[in-house]
């Protein structure tokens, strides 16, 4: 008996030295990342040469190291590292830190932004409450919406207008035309993409055409227009979006071919509407797969006209809203609606996919609702999101 309890007291003590190694942690990115890509920082001391040797049993083919790094600046290398290599490196004593390769971009600021822009920028209440001044600090950056496409169905797109700077075509019309004889569409071009009022300002722009010079259109041209999108946008590959600032009273066929294009991985943006009434009355306000959005005003109010309930998942700046008009190349117009806001929202989903890649539309939609900065709208009924839009 004596002896078998020593045996297992001995086997208690020495059980630690045979115990698995405790793997560290991967750190997260701040922002978007270098997919497969990481940075292994090693202890002060270790020989880093001696690691990479060991490192070589343990690359798995698809494995590669990208970078040494002199101990000076940081003992340590980068690569491109599979899943059973990151956890051999996790479990590697010798293993300070790893770390998610982060993308970093040029930042830009405009100062001759619409106020809308810098809303979507801060956080805090804008102190400038001149919604007619084009005096507002806007920032942003790299790809800015490059590679993604936006698709306008809309009254079409006056795709002359230097503000697009060439990247706004002419893709489809449900009643023939050629060109925007109202102006609608163009401005909502605008606030997605142009260069002076744009939230995504390297973002592709494509005009579908679906409604007349009036504003007026009908339903089954609408879902033809939604169905050349979503064929289109499956043989491009590209991440998509569909900017939608129209609708109507309730009609089960739109939402249909609303909630199919989703499905098929669109991304779609539309207008709550108007008519200051619940926008669960109105389609395809009332598409939950979609992002509906509210209007907000320059004193962090909901515009008087806009819908509201709880089929509205944000708000975005939608009063008294500068941007491309049509007439002349330099054409603008200030007008107000959730037709207004709706444009910020598709803007900062295309301006969020050229960063981060290619998303699900239901993360892309948590990722907007995320962002955005709860609590600071007045005039918010019960049973409503107070929600405003951030772009990052």
């Known amino acids: 008996m004596h002896s078998l309890s020593a045996l297992a007291t001995l086997a208690l003590l020495i ?14 990115a701040p922002g978007p990342k270098v997919q497969d890509s990481y940075i292994i920082k090693l202890k002060d001391g270790v020989n880093k040469k001696l690691t990479l040797a060991w490192l070589q049993s343990h690359l798995s083919a ?6 040494e790094y002199e101990a000076g600046v940081l003992n340590g ?23 998610e390769d982060s993308i970093v971009t040029t930042q830009y600021s405009q100062t001759n932004a619409p106020w809308g822009l810098q809303r979507i920028d801060q956080a805090a209440k804008l102190t400038n409450t001149n919604a007619a001044g084009l005096n507002f600090v806007y920032g942003y950056d790299d790809p800015a919406g490059a590679g993604v496409d936006v698709y306008v ?31 609608h569409g163009t401005h909502c071009a605008g606030t997605i993409g142009s260069a002076p ?17 009036n504003g007026s259109g009908s339903s089954s041209g609408v879902v033809a227009g939604i169905n050349w999108v979503v064929s289109q946008a499956s043989t491009s590959g590209r991440p998509s979006v569909i900017s939608m600032s129209l609708g109507g009273g309730a009609d089960t066929t739109l939402d249909t071919a609303v909630r199919n294009a989703v499905s098929k991985g669109v991304h779609v943006v539309v207008a709550a509407g108007n008519s200051n009434v619940d926008a669960g009355t109105t389609s395809p306000a009332r598409v939950t797969e979609a992002i509906t959005v509210g209007a907000s005003t320059i004193s962090d109010a909901r515009a008087s006209f806009s819908n509201y309930g709880s089929v509205v998942d944000i708000f975005a700046p939608g009063q008294d809203i500068i941007s491309t008009w049509i007439g002349s190349t330099t ?16 803007g900062t989903a295309a301006y969020l996919l050229s960063i981060y890649g290619q998303q699900t539309p239901s993360a892309l939609i948590s990722k907007i609702k995320g962002l955005g900065v709860s609590g600071v709208l007045t005039n918010i009924p019960s049973g409503t999101t107070n929600l405003l839009l951030q772009k990052d």
């Open 15 to 28: 059980a630690p030295a045979f115990a698995v190694p405790t793997k560290i942690q991967v750190q997260k």
């Open 62 to 67: 698809n494995s590669t190291v990208t970078y």
């Open 331 to 346: 054409a603008t117009n200030r007008i107000s609606g959730t037709s207004m806001a709706t444009p910020h929202v598709a």
């Open 197 to 213: 009022y744009g939230v995504a300002k390297k973002v592709s722009l494509i005009a579908v055409q679906v409604l007349d010079a």
């Open 77 to 99: 290398f980068a690569g491109k590292f599979s899943v059973d290599t990151l956890n051999a490196l996790a479990a590697n004593k010798d293993v300070e830190t790893i770390s």
């Open 153 to 183: 169905v809309d009254t079409g797109i006056y795709t002359g207008h230097s503000g697009f700077e060439g990247r706004a075509r002419w893709g489809y019309s449900a009643i023939g035309g050629t060109t925007d004889g109202n102006g």
